[in-house]
């Protein structure tokens, strides 16, 4: 099936780990975004992409990294996990420039850092 | 500051009665503006856009620049409508920011 493939699902980390968010699409979309999404605050991009190798920051980039070596993946990194970023992670691409504004979600990752 | 206000996190209406989830933004000039949902064990997807005038699934949304709003409508709420629903303008490409969400249940 066609869309955004996301992994793990769900993940338990302690803090201070290293850990990578992987997301893959096969859409050809050529924009790419991470969001988390928290109770009582809705969804927050964290990075976004454009096009294969480039990336920006969003609201809440602080702890996070991402890249964009090719067109169908864009990993998030968190390079130390702090219990804050205790979240459900979402990854979502659209077909970029001139679009309708539609984004494509996968179905996220729950990751608990404690 | 807060570009996306949707004041109730959760609503709960009766089968049958209209619902309207209400969405207000801050945004200057003239966004684009979308509605998302959530169903129960179901991704993230988008519901409608304003640019399109169009009613998904029985529901519509009207912009009101001069109230900045963009309400979600519908006329007679059905048990499937229950879901998480999110506003969210957008204002160029790669800024669309989502509210905080509704979370709406109909009661059977």
């Known amino acids: 099936i066609a869309g955004i493939t996301q992994a793990p699902t769900s993940q338990i980390l302690a803090a201070g780990r290293r850990m990578t968010l992987r997301c893959t699409q096969d859409?050809?979309?050529?924009?790419m975004y991470w969001y988390r999404q928290d109770l009582g605050l809705g969804l927050r991009l964290i990075h976004y992409?454009?096009?294969?190798?480039?990336?920006g920051k969003g609201e809440v980039p602080d702890g996070y990294s991402v890249s964009r070596a090719n067109t169908d993946d864009f990993p998030l990194t968190l390079a130390s996990a702090v219990p804050s970023q205790t979240s459900v992670y979402f990854c979502?691409?659209?077909?970029?420039?001139?679009?309708?504004?539609?984004?494509?979600f996968g179905e996220g990752s729950r990751l608990t850092v404690l | 500051a807060q570009r996306v206000t949707q004041p109730e996190k959760l609503l709960s209406v009766f089968k049958g009665a209209p619902v309207e989830l209400k969405c207000n933004y801050s945004?200057?000039?003239?966004?684009?503006l979308f509605w998302y949902v959530q169903y129960s064990r179901q991704r993230l997807q988008l519901l409608l856009r304003h640019i399109s005038r169009e009613s998904i699934k029985g529901f519509t949304a009207d912009l009101n620049k001069g109230e900045t709003s963009f309400h979600l409508k519908k006329p007679f709420a059905q048990e499937e409508d229950s879901a998480m629903y999110y506003c969210a303008p957008r204002r160029g490409a790669n800024n669309l920011f989502f509210g905080t969400g509704t979370r709406l249940t109909v009661i059977p």
């Open positions: 945004y200057s000039g003239s966004p684009e």
């Open positions: 859409m050809r979309h050529n924009a």
């Open positions: 992409s454009n096009t294969a190798g480039t990336t």
């Open positions: 979502a691409s659209s077909p970029g420039t001139s679009d309708t504004g539609e984004l494509f």
